[in-house]
């Protein structure tokens, strides 16, 4: 009797572990425990184990840490998603298709620089051959921009960047690339809510910067 007793209670004691962890898988999903920080350092490089250094609180008077400035979210401008090209300038459809570019992942990062806002922007994303055939390597154009969002949408500032990716015979591979030259004034906080990071695909990054006009002699 005493046997089966302590099997018994090795059950409950079983059942209510069981319980406790489906309860706790269903309410906290790994993408929710995962921070910011952490999902930064896994998109570009770095361990997400490092253990956490902890900041010192600000005194009284002086500027919030970085890690406080509100940075705004990241998402991709509409329409700007993919970017296909075809083959000799036919139009990137069906088989005339050469390769496709599409975003997967973003991050961002601010930091206080003075009165103005740095940010480090990270794009993830994949280029795919096509029926076509892809060339052996391909120029991603990417922009960033950053636009007070609103009525009257107001871009605050924008910069066009190109990153090459070598193809494989796999014909899919993925691109990472991160912008760090993005800067912009510190917004007040009556607008600072409304502003967003847009990134996209532009072919207008790939054309040539107009060449300089000479000095007429």
């Known amino acids: 009797m005493k046997e089966l007793r302590s099997l018994r209670n090795a059950l409950r004691r079983g059942s209510v572990i069981a319980l406790a962890l489906s309860v706790s898988c269903a309410t906290i999903s790994p993408g929710a425990a995962q921070s910011l920080t952490d999902r930064f350092k896994g998109?570009?490089?770095g361990t997400s184990d490092e253990p956490a250094q902890s900041k010192p609180a600000p005194a009284p008077g002086q500027p919030p840490?970085?890690?406080?400035?509100d940075c705004p979210q990241v998402t991709v401008r509409a329409g700007a998603s993919t970017y296909a090209v075809g083959a000799n300038g036919k139009q990137a459809v069906g088989n005339d298709?050469?390769?496709q570019a599409s975003i997967t992942k973003m991050a961002r990062e601010c930091a206080r620089n003075g009165g103005d806002i740095t940010v480090r922007v990270g794009i993830q994303g994949r280029v795919?051959?096509?029926p076509a055939g892809a060339p052996t390597s391909v120029d991603v154009p990417l922009r960033v921009a950053v636009v007070q969002g609103?009525?009257?949408?107001?871009?605050?500032a924008s910069k066009a960047y190109r990153t090459k990716v070598e193809m494989s015979e796999a014909g899919s591979v993925p691109f990472t690339f991160v912008a760090e030259d993005l800067s912009?004034?510190?917004p007040s906080a009556a607008v600072a809510d409304s502003y967003i990071f847009y990134v996209g695909?532009?072919?207008?990054?790939l054309?040539?910067?107009p060449k300089a006009r000479g000095k007429k002699k």
């Open 43 to 45: 998109l570009f490089g």
């Open 65 to 69: 840490a970085d890690d406080d400035i």
């Open 97 to 99: 298709v050469r390769f």
């Open 128 to 130: 795919i051959a096509g």
């Open 150 to 156: 609103g009525i009257g949408e107001k871009v605050i």
């Open 184 to 186: 912009y004034p510190m």
């Open 201 to 205: 695909f532009d072919p207008q990054a």
């Open 207 to 209: 054309s040539p910067e």
